[in-house]
């Protein structure tokens, strides 16, 4: 496990954008799979998106593809999430997670399953 620092969660009018960002420290195997998670209460986290450091593909939940875009800045251990378009239903705790790519089976995809480390969350709230 790593530690996972989130930031950038705040509240927003529906139309609007944020972005969210998650550094990581310690070995880089360690985070070298990273994704974002949502999770509202009384309902299970749902996995959003997930990108590799050395690849340029990364995967996307159907709920969020065409509005979310993931990145990361390996140069910071940063991944970032842009949110545009937010609707009231994203409104939610997100979580960063991170993993090695073999606890993930050699793929790097939004699902909740083999993710070692996770972040505090940060909350996200979208207005009408």
């Known amino acids: 496990q790593v530690p996972l620092v989130e930031s950038g969660g705040g509240s927003v009018q529906a139309g609007g954008s944020l972005r969210i960002s998650c550094t990581a420290s310690g070995n880089p195997r360690s985070f070298a799979c990273m994704g974002w998670f949502r999770q509202i209460p009384g309902k299970e986290r749902e996995g959003l998106a997930a990108?590799?450091?050395?690849?340029?593909?990364?995967y996307y939940a159907d709920s969020v593809n065409g509005r979310f875009i993931i990145s990361r800045d390996n140069s910071k251990n940063t991944v970032y999430l842009q949110m545009n378009n937010l609707k009231p239903e994203d409104t939610a705790m997100y979580y960063c997670?991170?993993?090695?790519?073999?606890?993930?089976?050699?793929?790097?995809?939004?699902?909740?399953?083999?993710?070692?480390?996770w972040g505090q969350g940060t909350q996200v709230t979208v207005s009408s």
């Open positions: 990108i590799y450091w050395g690849s340029a593909t990364p």
């Open positions: 997670a991170a993993t090695s790519l073999p606890s993930v089976g050699g793929l790097c995809r939004p699902v909740d399953v083999g993710y070692a480390s």
